[in-house]
């Protein structure tokens, strides 16, 4: 039987008036995880949140952080994050002089590692690495900010990479993250995705459409 798909909704979409409350909402929903984009206008040109915050709103839900940081350095935050309720920390490879050891560090405090692969990353990137990490993220938008459409020319990388995953026979989950709507999250599955980030769409037509919205991101046509 196939695996179930996962769904991240991206806080980003949210209405951070009210963010507690967002996060019980699509917990209620059936979100399998909490996707936090954390951007420091310098990796990527825009700002949002840091650990402060999520700390705060770890509080609203039990299923698991998953912490994509879009941040350069890496290092010197991450002991901030992981004590923040952080479950998953994904960060991208070039942010870091030493990706092997910001690895290290993640798992010694404790969280689950992703990696995040740009549109012009090449997977080539996950050769040392792979059979050390717990998540592959890849970007189907370039980052940065929400909203923005979903770059089908990801699709080849994403089903590379879950040959990649399988070659390994570990427990490695692909995350797909960027112009997620309900078409182009078949074109994600089919190519092998198990987990899709998605904002926009989870976040549409307000509290009581999030169900609906999760369930038709997450079924198979
Ligand atoms: C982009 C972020 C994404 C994004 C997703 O830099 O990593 O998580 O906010 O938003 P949507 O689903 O609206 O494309
Ligand atoms: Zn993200």
Not at 148 to 159: G, P, T, V
Request: aromatic share 4%; with cysteine.
């Amino acid at each position: 039987m196939d695996k179930k798909i996962k769904i991240a909704p991206s806080i980003l979409a949210a209405d951070f008036s009210k963010l507690g409350e967002e996060i019980s909402a699509i917990t209620i929903a059936g979100a399998d995880y909490v996707h936090v984009d954390v951007m420091d206008g310098h990796y990527v040109p825009n700002l949002t949140i840091g650990p402060e915050v999520i700390k705060d709103i770890r509080k609203c839900t039990k299923i698991p952080f998953d912490v994509h940081l879009m941040i350069t350095p890496v290092n010197p935050l991450l002991e901030d994050f992981a004590k923040s309720g952080s479950d998953i920390i994904t960060f991208h490879p070039e942010a870091e002089d030493n990706p092997k050891a910001t690895i290290e560090i993640i798992k010694s405090l404790g969280c689950k590692v992703g990696i995040s692969l740009n549109p012009s990353t090449e997977i080539n990137v996950l050769d040392k690495i792979i059979e050390d990490i717990d998540l592959i993220l890849v970007m189907t938008v370039v980052p940065g900010f929400g909203g923005q459409s979903f770059m089908h020319d990801q699709l080849e990388k994403i089903e590379n990479i879950r040959k990649l995953i399988d070659a390994t026979g570990k427990d490695i989950e692909l995350e797909v993250d960027g112009g997620i709507n309900f078409e182009t999250s078949q074109l994600a599955i089919n190519a092998g995705a198990d987990v899709l980030v998605a904002g926009t769409s989870t976040f549409q037509g307000g509290q009581d459409n999030y169900a609906n919205n999760i369930s038709k991101l997450r079924s198979r046509s």
